[in-house]
């Protein structure tokens, strides 16, 4: 029982530094200097230091990566937090019931 309870505090614990994480990661995306701004397309001002994109390209090429980044982010929370294996003699009790 006590495992139980120090799993959920675990489980807590790991979602508030998950959207800490996820605000202060928003918030650096927020800021761009005013040199940058000048240089990125509009689409980007504000968001992205450097130069901007050189084709269209570019664009498909960031988002596919981004769509990828997400799902495998999303499905690694998602199993860490709810993992769905109730069997008592799978692995996962090895290291839970210590």
Same mark, same amino acid.
């Given at each position: 029982?006590?495992?139980?309870?120090?799993?959920?505090?675990?489980?807590? /614990?790991?979602?508030?530094?998950?959207?800490?994480?996820?605000?202060?990661?928003?918030?650096?995306?927020? +800021? +761009? *200097?005013?040199? *940058? /701004? $000048?240089? $990125?397309?509009?689409?980007? $001002?504000?968001?992205?230091?450097?130069?901007?994109?050189?084709?269209?390209?570019?664009?498909?090429?960031?988002?596919?990566?981004?769509?990828?980044? @997400?799902?495998?982010?999303?499905?690694?929370?998602?199993?860490?937090?709810?993992?769905?294996?109730?069997? /008592? /003699?799978? @692995?996962?009790?090895? @290291?839970?019931? @210590?």
């Amino acid at each position: 029982m006590a495992a139980f309870v120090k799993l959920k505090e675990f489980r807590l /614990d790991m979602k508030k530094a998950f959207l800490l994480t996820v605000f202060v990661l928003m918030g650096l995306f927020a +800021a +761009a *200097c005013p040199v *940058c /701004d $000048q240089r $990125q397309p509009k689409l980007l $001002q504000g968001i992205a230091h450097g130069s901007g994109p050189e084709s269209n390209w570019d664009y498909l090429i960031v988002s596919v990566a981004a769509i990828i980044v @997400i799902l495998t982010l999303f499905f690694s929370a998602k199993m860490l937090i709810k993992p769905g294996e109730k069997s /008592d /003699d799978h @692995i996962k009790r090895l @290291i839970i019931n @210590i």
